[in-house]
């Protein structure tokens, strides 16, 4: 054996141990996270009696199908993939278009109460947003839009602007000289931020765009409060009005469960690239 | 139109929605909570009386609250213990593995499937008929079976597991996407100078993710005083009080027993418990380069 080989193969022995140690631990992991989802998995294709035999673990018999179909009517999972496309689009639209306005004023311009304009919306990250809601209830009411699809979208688009620091971030790694030779085309300022700056932080604000649709998508509080009636029903309140008819199994909740859990996780394994990519971007505002 | 009138016109007409949104949405809100919070409003009726602090008072006194307040103090010290862990995690993810893609993916999931189904496929699976007891079997563990539900003693660890099982895979991705911004050379010139693993875990990993790891424990503190939707699906505070949080008792206060003024004077002091406990935090937490 060569020297080179000999000090491979030491190499190799050294960090075995480690590796199987890191591998362990991401087993482990990763048998956490799955164990809960194979067993309600295997549960939404077994029928009752086979549920309480008190073996939960075990794979179902036969492909059985009908906790599926009657829970995929049941929920109306249909009505409540749409009402949560639309609330999440239109609010991720609207929160992106005045978000990155406000990013462009902030980064571009100096002007009074710049301070002030900062401090507002630093107060608003800091405000706890579950707390607020039992001020801001008797508000929407006033407004006339309490249950109307109109009320989620309003308080998801306004009151959540974390992201106008990232985007000013983005912003920021703009060239100013962009602006200018812009100016010296006598384009106006609305012309700059819409044909050079929107464009430019178009893609680093899809991924934002795509983990704010997620968080939107995953909320239950805000619908239940504003929206509660039926035909306003979302993935999360869907699942809830199916949980609280109490002539349900765990056969047919189980079904209800996976129905509701697929839209996310279809988006996640469609889009998990550029998530990530989102997340190294925002790190990187740091 | 000149550049001097256009700059004016476009500060203006910009700022102007998301500000008024902003006020709308957040800062009268805010103000109103505080205003309520000193009335014994309903809710429903249009009167009220201003009372001065006793709903403060009152919520000092509430034997509810402060079990609510022992259960988001558990939420807080367990998530906390579990950060160190989960830098470890994300540090072995950025390191050159097999199937490091995979791992990622199955570690972020449960931060993206929707927080209701979460709740409900825990409520079934530590159910007395579900998988937890059944897996315990599997590894031969049957006396660490138990009512995870029902037990007024075990029920709130088994809610701060499922937060856990939800969030830390968010934590753990944050970390990865810190830790990615570190320069690659850090590391080969301290490998180079003998540093064993765990000293360039120590003192080069967890310095350079600082600003990452701040953001986490501020949104550990607001997101353990803030729990809310774990507790209110999967046993609506129960039993009795023993899984409650403040948040799921506020909102019990506000729009099931509609004593208003006391869940907004709640609403208010949990505000402050965030700011008074991150900023203790901040003083006893410091890292070091």
Do not use: C
């Amino acid at each position: 054996m060569s020297n080179l080989q000999t000090a491979m193969t030491r190499r190799f022995r050294r960090q075995l141990p480690l590796a199987l140690a890191k591998h362990g631990l991401l087993i482990a992991i990763t048998l956490i996270v799955l164990v809960p989802l194979a067993t309600l998995l295997f549960a939404a294709f077994k029928t009752t009696p086979e549920i309480t035999s008190g073996k939960p673990l075990a794979l179902p018999s036969s492909f059985y199908l009908d906790n599926l179909i009657s829970s995929f009517h049941k929920a109306n999972v249909l009505l409540a993939v749409k009402n949560t496309s639309i609330i999440g689009a239109v609010s991720v639209f609207a929160n992106m278009i005045i978000g990155s306005m406000l990013a462009y004023i902030i980064a571009r311009f100096e002007f009074r109460f710049k301070r002030i304009v900062l401090a507002l919306f630093v107060f608003g990250i800091i405000v706890p947003f579950y707390t607020t809601e039992i001020a801001r209830f008797g508000l929407i009411k006033d407004l006339g839009i309490y249950n109307s699809l109109l009320a989620p979208i309003l308080i998801y688009t306004g009151a959540d602007m974390v992201q106008i620091f990232i985007y000013k971030q983005f912003m920021d790694k703009i060239p100013v000289e962009l602006d200018e030779a812009a100016m010296m085309e006598g384009a106006s300022y609305f012309t700059i931020y819409w044909k050079i700056i929107f464009p430019l932080v178009l893609p680093a604000s899809a991924t934002l765009a795509i983990i704010k649709f997620v968080d939107i998508a995953n909320d239950m509080y805000i619908p239940y409060l504003y929206i509660p009636s039926e035909q306003f029903r979302t993935l999360s309140t869907a699942l809830m009005l199916f949980y609280g008819d109490r002539t349900l199994n765990w056969a047919g909740m189980s079904a209800g469960i996976i129905w509701i859990m697929l839209p996310t996780l279809v988006v996640y394994f469609i889009l998990q690239r550029y998530i990530f990519a989102g997340l190294v971007a925002g790190a990187v505002k740091e | 139109m000149s550049y001097n009138m256009q700059r004016k016109l476009i500060i203006v007409s910009f700022l102007l929605i998301p500000i008024v949104l902003l006020l709308m949405l957040l800062v009268y809100p805010t103000l109103k909570l505080l205003q309520m919070s000193f009335t014994d409003w309903d809710g429903l009726t249009s009167g009220f009386q201003y009372i001065g602090f006793d709903n403060y008072k009152e919520l000092l006194q509430s034997e509810e609250v402060w079990v609510s307040l022992k259960n988001n103090a558990t939420y807080f010290i367990i998530h906390l213990a579990f950060i160190p862990l989960e830098i470890v995690v994300a540090s072995v993810l950025v390191s050159k593995l097999r199937a490091a893609k995979f791992y990622k993916v199955i570690v972020f999931m449960p931060y993206i499937i929707n927080g209701v189904a979460v709740a409900y496929m825990f409520a079934f699976f530590f159910s007395p008929d579900g998988s937890m007891n059944q897996v315990l079997h599997l590894f031969g563990l049957d006396r660490l079976s138990q009512s995870w539900l029902s037990d007024t003693h075990v029920v709130n660890f088994t809610l701060v597991f499922i937060s856990l099982w939800k969030y830390s895979g968010l934590h753990i991705i944050l970390f990865i996407a810190a830790m990615q911004s570190i320069p690659a050379d850090y590391y080969e010139a301290a490998t180079i100078d003998g540093a064993s693993r765990f000293q360039q875990l120590r003192h080069i990993t967890v310095p350079g993710i600082k600003t990452v790891i701040e953001l986490i424990l501020f949104l550990n503190v607001r997101g353990a005083l803030q729990v809310f939707d774990i507790p209110f699906l999967v046993t609506n505070g129960g039993p009795g009080y023993d899984s409650s949080t403040f948040m799921v008792y506020t909102i019990k206060t506000a729009f099931q027993y509609n004593h208003f003024g006391l869940a907004a004077a709640m609403a208010v002091t949990l505000m402050i418990l965030i700011g008074i406990v991150s900023f203790v935090q901040s003083k006893l937490i410091t890292i070091k380069g």
